[in-house]
């Protein structure tokens, strides 16, 4: 008895006409009612022996509805790479919009005066699933059925830096009319804050400032202003951010990790892995400005590997490669989390202890308003005291009474402590 293995393309479907009987040629069993089909496979389909595709259609017309391009061509290669369909061409045919859907609007047709069209972007798709074919070791040219890669797309990825042209995408006439609508609502010490960086970048002085301020005081909004009049200027702009939460608020943010690759676990001598051939490499070079948000919440060694790594990238010893960098935050919030850490341990690990910290030749500080903020947390230390009191302690005649009491001085410390000046926001 002999095998073949539904990878095995022509052979595959030969050994599955064997079953057709009174053949006496390769021709004869690649010709059904008539008519010669050029391949064994599309003869097996026509001699009705194929297995129906039905359910492979049925998953991808329903992962269509709720799934982005990506994952669509991810589950298009897993379905014909371990599901074996008989129709490859057909699902391809089919669904090749869905797969290509974000495909319009990659980074590889920035900058072009005319859309691409629909052979490109097809074509492209095809590389891409070529490409995760081949991680797992096979190709698109296993599947003569499939259309084959056209384009030389290898060769224009090679040549051009994917993560500069991300970050220049920016419509600058757009991005000025923000900027136009953002800088005059800046309060007194925003604007402060965004003129001494705005020239810092602009002289190339390579100074480093910490912005540091209580939550309500506007520390993103001046980021965003930043980064609107810096994208004006079809400048780069680096935001990141200790969390994903906090990357989220500025415009192209990042978790710091993964924008620096910055490594797991960091000591004071270490570098981020960053090759100097890299794309990464040369986005740093060339970047005008690092906006760091809530930098307080990490360990002073990720400051200083990067500090490292900038200094190696741009070939100076002078703090980041004489790069700009704005770091963000309160010290009055989370501090470094080290595990099982004594007290001077955390506190040996924020960057107020790195040599960092002295080299801030400028540390505008936002105020105004925070009083507010001050009174309501105040406020909320009795009432905290008065709730455990009231709920632990025996019910007496006068518990309604001291409830109703505890309810009105909470929803007054909470009013007070979440309502913000005018000088906090702009109008």
């Known amino acids: 008895m002999y095998y073949a293995h539904p990878s095995a393309g022509e052979h595959f479907y030969l050994h599955l006409l064997t079953v057709v009987k009174g053949a006496t040629s390769y021709e004869a069993l690649r010709t059904f009612q008539g008519v010669l089909y050029p391949t064994f496979r599309e003869a097996y389909i026509a001699y009705g022996l194929t297995e129906d595709d039905n359910e492979w259609h049925q998953c991808l017309a329903e992962a269509g509805h709720m799934a982005v391009g990506r994952q669509m061509c991810h589950l298009f290669v897993t379905i014909i790479k371990d599901c074996n369909p008989a129709d490859p061409r057909a699902l391809w045919d089919t669904f090749w919009q869905d797969i290509c859907d974000d495909l319009k609007r990659h980074v590889i047709f920035y900058n072009r005066e005319v859309e691409p069209l629909e052979e490109e972007i097809q074509d492209y798709g095809l590389y891409l699933i070529d490409q995760i074919l081949i991680q797992a070791g096979k190709s698109l040219k296993d599947w003569d059925s499939l259309p084959q890669v056209v384009g030389d797309w290898g060769t224009l990825i090679q040549n051009?830096?994917?993560?500069?042209?991300?970050?220049?995408?920016?419509?600058?006439?757009?991005?000025?009319?923000?900027?136009?609508?953002?800088?005059?609502?800046?309060?007194?010490?925003?604007?402060?804050?965004?003129?001494?960086?705005?020239?810092?970048?602009?002289?190339?002085?390579?100074?480093?400032?910490?912005?540091?301020?209580?939550?309500?005081?506007?520390?993103?909004?001046?980021?965003?202003?930043?980064?609107?009049?810096?994208?004006?200027?079809?400048?780069?702009?680096?935001?990141?951010?200790?969390?994903?939460?906090?990357?989220?608020?500025?415009?192209?943010?990042?978790?710091?990790?993964?924008?620096?690759?910055?490594?797991?676990?960091?000591?004071?001598?270490?570098?981020?892995?960053?090759?100097?051939?890299?794309?990464?490499?040369?986005?740093?070079?060339?970047?005008?400005?690092?906006?760091?948000?809530?930098?307080?919440?990490?360990?002073?060694?990720?400051?200083?590997?990067?500090?490292?790594?900038?200094?190696?990238?741009?070939?100076?010893?002078k703090p980041f490669g004489g790069l700009t960098v704005v770091f963000g935050g309160d010290f009055q919030q989370i501090l470094p989390v080290i595990l099982k850490g004594s007290r001077a341990q955390v506190v040996g690990g924020c960057m107020q202890r790195s040599i960092l910290w002295r080299l801030l030749k400028s540390r505008p500080i936002l105020q105004g308003g925070s009083y507010k903020w001050a009174i309501g947390n105040i406020l909320m230390i009795p009432v905290t005291s008065l709730f455990q009191i009231t709920f632990t302690a025996q019910r007496t005649l006068w518990t309604p009474f001291l409830t109703l009491f505890i309810l009105t001085f909470t929803f007054l410390a909470i009013l007070i402590s979440t309502s913000q000046s005018t000088s906090f926001f702009p109008a």
């Open 160 to 317: 051009l830096n994917l993560l500069i042209v991300e970050q220049r995408n920016y419509n600058l006439q757009d991005q000025a009319n923000l900027a136009i609508q953002h800088i005059p609502t800046l309060n007194p010490d925003q604007c402060s804050a965004f003129d001494k960086i705005s020239s810092a970048v602009a002289n190339r002085t390579g100074e480093s400032f910490f912005l540091h301020g209580p939550r309500g005081t506007g520390k993103t909004y001046v980021y965003n202003t930043l980064c609107y009049d810096l994208h004006s200027d079809g400048k780069i702009v680096l935001c990141v951010a200790s969390s994903g939460i906090a990357a989220l608020l500025l415009k192209g943010g990042c978790i710091v990790h993964l924008c620096f690759k910055v490594p797991i676990p960091i000591h004071e001598s270490s570098f981020c892995n960053i090759p100097k051939t890299s794309q990464l490499a040369d986005l740093i070079c060339l970047a005008d400005l690092v906006i760091w948000d809530e930098a307080p919440m990490q360990h002073r060694h990720i400051m200083e590997a990067v500090d490292h790594s900038f200094r190696d990238l741009h070939d100076s010893d």
